[in-house]
């Protein structure tokens, strides 16, 4: 069974600040990978998506990496701004690709 | 395009009762999936149809059950509810389940009392 771990679980940075949110997986063997934002009490916004044969993935001032090989993805925010505040929660899918394994997110907060 | 859609956003229900949510996803896809979020527990899968069919279905009591209907909305019933049923459940809908990028709704927040 896929396990999937976020570090860390919480992150305080001033406005401005480049930033890097971890996601480690333990089933190498994986389709894709996604990354998602949830505000608090709503659904999961898709950020970005990374298939198996691509290493990184860009949108705007987020990129996230994939390294299959090492079970690890990075997600990172450049100059960070305060409604990037929310939890960030990584998911890769089972062998059939039916359903996701997520981690616990980390939950980011960016002082003004 | 309009995105995943679920109903109602909020439920109050007492102990021992069911209820029924909805959920109808992008127009075009076929795979719906439905996970229970709760702080204790994070993201857990419940249930995932395609084409009117459970696929695969996560480690849940029978108590929570699901279909999906030939349009693709899916509803979800958890029957007999218990106070540890609290919760924000999410539905997720893909073109195909295998590889594809998944859409969340902005869930149902059930409360158990």
């Known amino acids: 069974k896929q396990e999937v771990t976020q570090i860390p679980a919480a992150l305080s940075v001033p406005e401005g600040e480049n930033l890097v949110l971890n996601c480690s997986f333990t089933?190498?063997?994986?389709?894709?990978l996604q990354w998602f934002r949830q505000d608090p009490g709503k659904g999961l916004t898709s950020l970005l998506l990374?298939?198996?044969?691509?290493r990184e993935q860009t949108s705007g001032r987020l990129n996230a990496s994939l390294d299959k090989s090492s079970g690890r993805s990075t997600l990172y925010i450049a100059a960070s701004q305060p409604g990037d505040s929310a939890t960030y929660l990584c998911?890769?899918?089972?062998?059939?690709?039916?359903?996701?394994?997520f981690g616990t997110g980390t939950s980011l907060t960016v002082i003004p | 395009k309009a995105g995943v859609t679920q109903t109602p956003r909020y439920l109050i229900k007492t102990r021992g009762q069911q209820v029924t949510l909805s959920c109808s996803p992008i127009?075009?896809?076929?795979?719906v999936s439905w996970y229970q979020q709760t702080p204790g527990q994070g993201l857990q899968f419940l249930f995932e149809y395609f084409s009117e069919t459970q696929r695969n279905k996560g480690n849940f009591p029978g108590r929570f059950s699901g279909r999906q209907f030939s349009n693709s909305r899916s509803e979800m019933n958890v029957s007999t509810l218990e106070l540890g049923d609290s919760a924000l459940y999410l539905c997720?809908?893909?073109?195909?389940?295998?590889?594809?990028?998944?859409?969340f709704g902005q869930g149902t927040r059930l409360t158990v009392v």
């Open positions: 127009s075009g896809h076929r795979s």
């Open positions: 990374i298939q198996s044969s691509q």
């Open positions: 089933d190498s063997a994986i389709y894709n």
């Open positions: 997720a809908s893909s073109v195909q389940g295998q590889g594809r990028e998944a859409f």
């Open positions: 998911a890769a899918p089972s062998n059939t690709g039916n359903q996701f394994y």
